[in-house]
């Protein structure tokens, strides 16, 4: 009867070695945000427009009786809210390296007047032409849906209200800006994972 050999390897994972630049690089990824544009802004005022009109138009009919206004409203209003939702586009920006984002900068100095305005107006001194840098930057850092032609983005920023223009360049220099932390580890995740693996 042979002898049954015994492994002498440990079971327990084996010492990682130092943390090289090399493992650094590979573990890049900058952050994201995703920026939600209602493209429909005629058909989001409605909305607004409607819901208080619904409101008041409920009470008169409650207090006056007769042939009803709040039906038709309510229809307007569905009618409205469809559209808007049918017009939601999800744009999702990546931010670029530091060294990307300062040569795009200096494609785009801001000039002397637009400094002398800029410490005029008791601001922020931006080294940078917020009119010219904005839809550049907002072009460089979208990665779904990515921009095509210069001329089709171009198309696109123009045709955009100040509104809308405003949040995708907030939404910009917020995730170019981002610093990225890890919030305490979610206890009820790991409890519900637990519950399922026992199941």
Known sequence: MGQ????TRSSRPRA???LTFADLQAKIRRP???AELVLDADAAAQIDALAEMLERAQIRDEAVGGDPVAPG????LVEA????DASRAQLTFEAI??????ALQALYPASAEQTAQMK??????WPFDPDAFAPALVKAQMVDPAPGTDEEFAAFWAALSDGQLRHLWMTALGVQMQITTLAPRSEAAADLVKAIAKS
């Open 81 to 84: 809210e469809q559209r808007a």
């Open 120 to 125: 005029a107006d008791g601001g922020e001194v």
């Open 32 to 34: 994201r945000r995703i």
């Open 73 to 76: 409203l309510a229809k307007q």
């Open 97 to 102: 390296p530091h060294t990307e984002y300062k």
């Open 4 to 7: 049954t050999r015994t492994s």
């Open 16 to 18: 990682k070695g130092p």
